[in-house]
């Protein structure tokens, strides 16, 4: 977010916990990309903060809510709030209880977080609520694949093969995945945090229904070793279908992930080693 988009939203978040009942003297900037995650203080409140037209924030509290409610590892909204969305100035804010982070994503034990990812999905597995299918997310990409408007520095050469690569991908795991269900959808280790109680998910906006090998493919390759009944191969192609996902976001124009351009060029060329590997029905860089 540019300076003023962040003063917007932080000028938003601030109002609305006042007028909430929540003290707030100060803000703390703790995460900016696309959305922005505040600390209020002293009422010590997360907030998080997006463009109206690109929050989720009634699915991501719905299912935090219903997980929180079963003893799940997840960050849940602030209790002394109502869970919803508010929306002030063109943005949307929601508020979730604060952990301070006990450690670095870089120290996270893959055993601990292989098992408090199993409890994640455990507990997912009776949520009751509508989610968006893996897939959904993969045609999301090939959107901005296939519009130059809104990928206008993608060569004509990555477009082609980003987007074969996508739609070789899906269908191999469509044709291979067994059991689906509610995931976490980004279980990134940016996405964990390590708190006194132990760890917890956050950032439950991208839940998607599929494989947990999706989410798997989003964590350290060693976290796979220490989960249960994992099929390697189609991790494989999880962790493939991600790399080109990824990439693809960085290419959109209307991207603000810091350094993203540069990631993306990575993380295409990590795409094209990888399906080199797959034989000949995949598509070469």
């Given at each position: 977010?540019?300076?003023?988009?962040?003063?917007?939203?932080?000028?938003?978040?601030?109002?609305?916990?006042?007028?909430?009942?929540?003290?707030?003297?100060?803000?703390?900037?703790?995460?900016?990309?696309?959305?922005?995650?505040?600390?209020?203080?002293?009422?010590?409140?997360?907030?998080?903060?997006?463009p109206?037209?690109?929050?989720?924030?009634?699915?991501?509290?719905?299912?935090?809510?219903?997980?929180?409610?079963?003893?799940?590892?997840?960050?849940?909204?602030?209790?002394?709030v109502?869970?919803?969305?508010?929306?002030?100035?063109?943005?949307?804010?929601?508020?979730?209880?604060?952990?301070?982070?006990?450690?670095?994503?870089?120290?996270?034990?893959?055993?601990?977080?292989?098992?408090?990812?199993?409890?994640?999905?455990?507990?997912?597995?009776?949520?009751?609520?509508?989610?968006?299918?893996?897939?959904?997310?993969?045609?999301?990409?090939?959107?901005?694949?296939?519009?130059?408007?809104?990928?206008?520095?993608l060569?004509?050469?990555?477009?082609?093969?980003?987007?074969?690569?996508?739609?070789?991908?899906?269908?191999?795991?469509?044709?291979?995945?067994?059991a689906?269900?509610?995931?976490?959808?980004?279980?990134?280790?940016?996405?964990?945090?390590?708190?006194?109680?132990?760890?917890?998910?956050?950032?439950?906006?991208?839940?998607?229904?599929?494989?947990?090998?999706?989410?798997?493919?989003?964590?350290?390759?060693?976290?796979?070793?220490?989960?249960?009944?994992?099929?390697?191969?189609?991790?494989?192609?999880?962790?493939?279908?991600?790399?080109?996902?990824?990439?693809?976001?960085?290419?959109?124009r209307?991207?603000?992930?810091?350094?993203?351009?540069?990631?993306?060029?990575?993380?295409?060329?990590?795409?094209?080693?990888?399906?080199?590997?797959?034989?000949?029905?995949?598509?070469?860089?």
């Amino acid at each position: 977010m540019s300076s003023s988009r962040v003063e917007r939203a932080t000028a938003a978040a601030r109002e609305i916990a006042t007028s909430l009942g929540l003290p707030v003297d100060d803000a703390v900037v703790l995460h900016e990309s696309n959305k922005i995650a505040l600390r209020l203080v002293p009422a010590d409140v997360m907030a998080r903060v997006a463009p109206v037209g690109e929050h989720v924030g009634w699915l991501e509290l719905d299912v935090a809510r219903q997980l929180a409610a079963t003893g799940s590892p997840v960050a849940a909204p602030d209790p002394r709030v109502e869970p919803v969305v508010h929306e002030r100035d063109g943005v949307a804010v929601t508020f979730w209880t604060y952990h301070a982070p006990t450690s670095t994503p870089d120290d996270l034990d893959p055993a601990d977080y292989a098992g408090t990812l199993g409890r994640l999905h455990a507990g997912m597995r009776d949520v009751d609520v509508p989610t968006p299918h893996f897939t959904d997310r993969v045609g999301e990409a090939l959107r901005l694949v296939g519009d130059r408007a809104l990928t206008p520095e993608l060569g004509d050469a990555d477009r082609h093969f980003l987007g074969a690569a996508l739609r070789t991908l899906a269908r191999r795991i469509g044709e291979r995945a067994g059991a689906e269900q509610v995931l976490h959808g980004e279980p990134h280790p940016g996405n964990v945090l390590p708190t006194k109680g132990g760890l917890l998910f956050i950032d439950l906006e991208t839940c998607c229904r599929g494989p947990v090998e999706f989410d798997l493919a989003h964590a350290p390759d060693v976290v796979a070793d220490h989960y249960p009944g994992v099929d390697h191969e189609l991790l494989r192609d999880c962790r493939l279908l991600g790399l080109g996902m990824v990439a693809a976001w960085r290419w959109d124009r209307d991207d603000r992930l810091p350094d993203g351009r540069r990631l993306g060029e990575e993380w295409l060329g990590r795409l094209k080693e990888g399906m080199d590997a797959l034989g000949p029905e995949a598509p070469r860089g």
